[in-house]
């Protein structure tokens, strides 16, 4: 009886190093296949960012609500849209027919035409708050899109559907 134990004993201990041992060798393999995985997603965005990458995140963030409370819309106008010094600076150009400034009437017109409902653009910002902005700063907008006119200049970043 007591060689029968000891034999138990032995060969529990000989089990428990081999689980030990594929254990390790199993935590390894996950930790090896998240790193994979992370370099692969991270290739991924830089060859397509709306690929599959974008669309993982974009799960992650499906639950995420639209603020629409005005105080709050306000706090994130301020933040997107913070008031700056204008900067000068001068770019020659050659003469070009000259394009009329677009008036305070037209950039509300435009303003009113944006669908409050509509999905935001690759910005992700909710048109209500674009709006709110515009409403609350008209001035400001009205001197940048005039300046980019005049100057013919846009950002790449205005220029991508």
Known sequence: AASTKGLREA??????????KIRRNR??????SKKRCWIELI?????D???RPYKVVMRKLNGYQQPTCPDQLEKIVKVLFPTQEPFEYHVEHEEREMIPLITHKELMQACRGVGNSKAPGMDHIPNIALKTAIQTAPQMFLDMYNRCLAEGIFPERWKRQ
């Open 11 to 20: 060969m529990l201990l000989g089990l428990e190093v081999v689980f030990k």
């Open 27 to 32: 935590r390894k393999a996950i930790g090896d």
């Open 43 to 47: 290739e991924e965005v830089n060859n």
């Open 49 to 51: 960012p709306w690929g």
